[in-house]
């Protein structure tokens, strides 16, 4: 069985970093690339970026580029984001999910941002 | 980018009532074109892809049909599962791009 299961509930200051995981069963983590969405509430999700993670390439949306840093680590099969230089804006939850179809995601992330 | 405009925003159906949903995309998506259900605190999940494949465990009462700019799902006879918000995604091009999202109620 596919399973995304992603990391617990953050509450960061505005200005901190945070690094949010996505670990990866039940299928060969190397064949799909892994695609990460922010999704605040009563909006529909708009996509971060993606990484390929059997080379470790990554595409990015344009307005994410500074903001997010997408890795992966095929020996725990889990991909990564970071997130820097936190605002209010970044308060919203967010998902990893698999493959162009976004056939299977992660239960969600919620990120707050407050002082 | 390509934008996806979803019609309507929200809609109220009575139970067995036939349901559609409407996305419109700024340039041909070629049968990019996937449809997902959100329930409230949950994540998306797969309804429809590549336009009009049923996505595995799906109810065969979702459809979906479209092509070049103009896609639809159809959900026929409303059930009270059915409830929730639905999103279309195309991935003819890098970024994929959501609509706007359509909140479906039973009346």
């Known amino acids: 069985e596919v399973q995304l299961q992603q990391s617990g509930p953050e509450l960061q200051r505005p200005g901190a970093s945070v690094k949010l995981s996505c670990k990866a069963s039940?299928?060969?983590?190397?064949?799909?690339?892994m695609y990460w969405v922010k999704q605040r509430p009563k909006q529909s999700p708009q996509l971060i970026g993606r990484i390929d993670p059997e080379d470790g390439s990554t595409d990015y949306v344009e307005k994410f580029k500074n903001k997010a840093t997408l890795t992966a680590d095929t020996s725990s099969n889990t991909a990564y984001m970071q997130l820097s230089s936190l605002t209010s804006e970044d308060t919203a939850t967010y998902f990893c999910?698999?493959?162009?179809?976004?056939?299977?995601w992660g239960q969600g992330v919620m990120v707050t941002v407050s002082s | 980018d390509i934008q996806m405009t979803q019609s309507p925003a929200s809609l109220s159906a009575s139970l067995g009532e036939t349901v559609s949903i409407e996305c419109l995309a700024s340039?041909?998506?070629?049968?990019?074109l996937a449809w997902y259900q959100q329930k409230p605190g949950k994540s998306p999940q797969l309804l429809i892809y590549a336009a009009n494949r049923l996505q595995e465990g799906v109810p065969s009462r979702f459809s979906g049909s479209g092509s070049g700019t103009q896609y639809s799902l159809k959900i026929s006879g409303m059930q009270p599962e059915d409830e929730g918000d639905y999103f279309c995604l195309q991935g003819s091009k890098f970024p994929p791009t959501f609509g706007g999202g359509t909140k479906l109620e039973l009346k």
């Open positions: 999910a698999r493959n162009h179809l976004f056939d299977y």
């Open positions: 039940g299928y060969t983590f190397t064949e799909y690339y």
């Open positions: 340039e041909d998506i070629y049968s990019y």
